[in-house]
């Protein structure tokens, strides 16, 4: 499964979406498992409105999510049981013993996956290097590991567009583009011809 990033035209829109397609990206099967088997791009913080179309997707691919756990540092309310599609998804939550950007599913003896949980807020270029770096079947980034190196990114780029606007505002480019260089003079040389031998 690939990243599903849309881009609503209006809250009305979003809020018909919010329900129906979960923002998610998963992990190629059959591969060496990695550290994160995909991330999840939540349209809210409210587990309890946002867990049931995350298992609509997964109980086919994974087999029944029976219990969920979180870390509740980003989750405002962490409800004990959620109900889904015909059952009921237990949650539970660990403050150390999670990583804050994770979200950890069971599936009654079948397995467990562990996704990178994207903040609402992120921007959709974020969000798709987070998607993509989470999804990778080789990764060995830690959920908040891929959030500090995709802050750290971010904040390099916003530096740079900084120093740009600076540069900009001061004249730095001229309208129509790069400035034309000076010529430099060809400049050709004959040497006199010497005489060879004695």
């Known amino acids: 499964m690939t990243a599903t990033i849309s881009h609503p035209v209006t809250a009305e829109a979003d809020d018909r979406l919010s329900s129906s397609s979960p923002r998610l990206s998963l992990a190629p099967v059959g591969l060496a498992p990695a550290l994160l088997d995909g991330a999840w791009w939540p349209r809210s913080r409210d587990l309890g409105a946002e867990l049931p179309s995350l298992t609509a997707v997964l109980d086919p691919l994974w087999g029944r999510i029976t219990r969920v756990t979180v870390n509740p540092t980003h989750w405002p309310v962490v409800p004990r049981k959620v109900p889904v599609a015909g059952h009921v998804v237990k949650v539970g939550w660990f403050l150390p013993e999670q990583d804050a950007h994770e979200l950890l599913l069971l599936s009654y003896r079948v397995g467990r996956w562990n996704l990178l949980v994207i903040p609402p807020q992120t921007t959709p270029e974020s969000a798709a290097r987070l998607m993509a770096a989470a999804s990778d079947p080789l990764g060995t ?26 540069w900009d505002s001061e004249g730095g480019h001229e309208a129509g583009g790069v400035a034309a260089r000076p010529g430099v003079p060809a400049v050709t040389v004959s040497m006199p011809q010497q005489p060879m031998g004695r």
Do not use: G, I, K, N
């Open 141 to 166: 980034s830690t959920a908040s590991r891929l959030m500090a190196e995709e802050a750290r990114s971010r904040t390099a780029y916003e530096a740079d567009r900084a120093v740009e606007a600076v």
